[in-house]
């Protein structure tokens, strides 16, 4: 490593919660100029060290130093004051203010309350970082959509002009401009010599980014790493404590009847869609962002009715109109945002699998609640989710569990085509996994699945064949034998492939 200045220290990390052990021993070392990964699996502790990092929670043992001297943090307000900042995954908006309000709340007394001179610095601060090409200064709480709503959130942090900065997850709801504009900044900031840490479950981001990787399992340190110095699966290998060399093995399932036809299909998202999936098979969908794969995934769940063309369940054409439509056709649907459009985030695991067979779980208007918990109990025993209880608020789940309580409202229906967009987005290699495994086992139990990823280290190794997008159309489709990273890529831009 070379010679940097240390900024912060944390030391012998301890915290728990009741019986819970969240944090045993933990080090981490952030360095003036330098980006630090923070990884590990869900539930590592990588949330309760930053909460402690932020001032939240106070550890039972252990020390902080900033600069070589010990803090103690009551709340966030004393984080803020030493330098610290922590940039949350969920960004907390004032909805019925500016973007300039929301950015310098709490910093207000410094340009004395005059919205002029609050929006020409907005302004220049988004300028700097060029978010002025996707955020304006007066652009009202409610209206932002989620990719805005976490640049806010950034912004708050870096115009306090801080000396230590730790992004959780930054770019989960981020598109590829974002991305690119967040890369920038953070470069920028090593250039000016903040100490950064970086959370996050995507690989390519931390050999991008990051010069350390320091990995936390269950809630102990396991060690840090120089990236030059690592690899993949040496990461996956301390994050999981065992390799993953079969990581996306699938054994292909016989193939059954043809479960879903697309003919020329079309609407306002897509246009002349032609594709075809049969029981057992899993066939997945790739393309650039913007290609529309989830517009594509939401025309056959009967979000966006089609104009043109005709869709078939298992040889019979169906009417799909709107949701109800597709459910009763055979066809469950695993969203992209999984909190925002499928899951009651303040409603239990109970609550949310049962959601979509209540009627059959009734009689007349009264829900047989011993059913009612014996199927969600069932699916929380088969999916391996992880949760206390079936009343468990989903909410309080991890992604990665989260996921599988959607994947268990829909299996309660026993689907004949199950449709996932981005099923391991925000999810852990652990839980990636075990979704795999799930999608395995629904294909061989004769389940068509339909898959959009945009990793295509994951669409490469869990589909049988695979359906390129580009503006809208299916530019291509490639067989299991004969797709690789480079022809989905040309496919995706609509150049032309060789055989």
């Given amino acids: 490593?070379?010679?940097?200045?240390?900024?912060?220290?944390a030391t012998g990390i301890t915290k728990n919660f009741g019986p819970v052990k969240a944090l045993r021993g933990v080090e981490l070392e952030l360095h003036r100029g330098r980006v630090t990964a923070l990884m590990g699996e869900n539930g590592?502790?990588?949330?309760?060290?930053?909460?402690?990092?932020?001032?939240d929670f106070k550890p039972d043992t252990g020390q902080l130093l900033i600069d070589g001297r010990p803090v103690d943090f009551s709340d966030p307000s004393d984080a803020r004051a030493a330098g610290l900042r922590v940039i949350a995954q969920e960004p907390e908006i004032i909805e019925a203010v500016s973007v300039a309000?929301?950015?310098f709340v709490g910093n207000l007394g410094s340009l004395r309350f005059s919205r002029n001179a609050l929006i020409r610095r907005t302004r220049e601060e988004l300028t700097r970082w060029g978010f002025d090409r996707v955020l304006r200064a007066e652009t009202i709480?409610?209206?932002?959509?989620?990719?805005?709503?976490?640049?806010?959130?950034?912004?708050?942090?870096?115009?306090?002009?801080?000396?230590?900065?730790?992004?959780?997850?930054?770019?989960?709801?981020?598109?590829?401009?974002?991305?690119?504009?967040?890369?920038?900044?953070?470069?920028?900031?090593?250039?000016?010599?903040?100490?950064?840490?970086?959370?996050?479950?995507?690989?390519a981001e931390i050999f991008q980014l990051a010069d350390t990787i320091t990995v936390l399992r269950d809630g102990a340190f396991v060690g840090t790493k120089e990236v030059a110095e690592t690899t993949h699966d040496e990461l996956v290998r301390m994050m999981v404590g065992r390799d993953l060399d079969q990581f996306f093995h699938r054994d292909p399932a016989p193939?059954?009847?043809?479960?879903?036809?697309?003919?020329?299909?079309?609407?306002?998202?897509?246009?002349?869609?032609?594709?075809?999936?049969?029981?057992?098979?899993?066939?997945?969908?790739?393309g650039l962002v913007g290609a529309g794969r989830s517009e594509l995934m939401k025309t056959i769940a009967g979000d966006?009715?089609?104009?043109?063309?005709?869709?078939?369940?298992?040889?019979?054409?169906?009417a799909i109109k709107q949701p109800s439509d597709s459910i009763r056709a055979g066809i469950g649907f695993a969203p992209e945002e999984r909190k925002a459009e499928a899951l009651l985030l303040q409603r239990s695991v109970r609550d949310n699998a049962a959601l979509v067979v209540l009627k059959s779980l009734s009689r007349w208007i009264f829900v047989n609640s011993r059913a009612e918990k014996?199927?969600?109990?069932?699916?929380i025993t088969r999916l391996r989710i992880r949760t206390p209880s079936a009343e468990q608020l989903v909410g309080n789940l991890s992604g990665g569990n989260q996921q599988k309580v959607v994947l268990a409202r829909w299996l309660a229906t026993k689907p004949k085509l199950l449709l996932l967009d981005e099923p391991t987005r925000g999810i852990d290699v652990g839980a990636k996994s075990e979704i795999y495994a799930i999608i395995d086992e629904l294909a061989h139990q004769g389940v068509a699945v339909l898959v959009v990823s945009s990793e295509l280290p994951e669409v490469l190794g869990i589909s049988d064949r695979i359906y390129v997008m580009a503006e809208g159309r299916i530019s291509?489709?490639?067989?299991?034998?004969?797709?690789?990273?480079?022809?989905?890529?040309?496919?995706?831009?609509?150049?032309?492939?060789?055989a």
């Fill in 101 to 103: 309000e929301n950015i």
């Fill in 141 to 203: 709480g409610s209206e932002l959509s989620p990719a805005q709503r976490q640049i806010v959130e950034i912004m708050r942090a870096v115009v306090s002009r801080p000396q230590i900065i730790c992004f959780d997850e930054p770019t989960s709801s981020l598109g590829d401009e974002e991305v690119a504009l967040l890369f920038a900044l953070i470069r920028q900031l090593q250039a000016d010599g903040i100490a950064v840490a970086y959370v996050s479950h995507r690989m």
């Fill in 476 to 498: 291509g489709e490639l067989p299991r034998a004969a797709a690789t990273e480079e022809r989905i890529l040309a496919l995706a831009m609509n150049e032309e492939v060789s």
């Fill in 44 to 55: 590592a502790g990588k949330s309760t060290l930053l909460k402690i990092l932020n001032g």
């Fill in 1 to 9: 490593m070379t010679h940097t200045t240390m900024a912060l220290r």
């Fill in 255 to 286: 193939l059954g009847e043809t479960v879903l036809a697309l003919e020329a299909v079309g609407n306002q998202h897509v246009s002349g869609i032609d594709i075809e999936v049969r029981a057992g098979e899993v066939v997945g969908i790739a």
């Fill in 374 to 379: 014996a199927l969600a109990q069932d699916y």
């Fill in 304 to 318: 966006f009715p089609i104009t043109e063309g005709r869709i078939s369940i298992s040889g019979k054409q169906v």
